[in-house]
């Protein structure tokens, strides 16, 4: 039994459950999101190259658990975004072991924010 009243879609104008998705809205968030795909580097172009597998690799080998929540770490994160600085995305002391969950929720938010923030 739902635990809250059905809401009026602010997009479509439709009834939906509270928790679902307006399949409008949701088309809507991935096309946003694939033209945001289409302009941005791809991974070996940030970075992301066999020596960097290698390294978090090792890495993680030595810090196994999440920072965060304690769970089976699954990869590195840099805790200050890189953004292209070859500088502080080798720097050890700039990297974080993350579980996946702790890794695209909690921690993408806290990006997300950041960058608003920097933003005029």
């Known amino acids: 039994m739902p635990s809250k009243a ?3 879609c602010g997009y479509c104008g439709l009834t939906h459950m509270t928790g679902e ?3 409008l ?3 809507r968030d991935r096309a946003t999101k694939a033209r945001f795909d289409r302009k941005r580097p791809n ?4 970075g992301y190259t066999r020596q960097w597998e290698k390294e978090s690799k090792a890495f993680l080998e030595d810090y ?4 965060r929540c304690g769970e089976p770490a699954a990869l590195v994160d840099h805790k200050i975004p890189h953004r292209g600085d070859q500088r502080l995305f080798w720097d050890r002391t700039n990297w974080q072991p993350l579980c ?6 909690a ?3 806290e990006e997300r924010r950041a960058s608003k923030e920097v933003e005029p």
Request: one cysteine or more.
């Open 107 to 109: 921690k993408q938010s």
């Open 100 to 105: 996946h969950h702790c890794h695209n929720s």
């Open 6 to 8: 059905p809401r009026v």
């Open 21 to 23: 998705q307006c399949r």
């Open 43 to 46: 991974a070996r172009q940030r």
């Open 25 to 27: 809205v949701a088309a």
């Open 64 to 67: 196994p658990m999440c920072i």
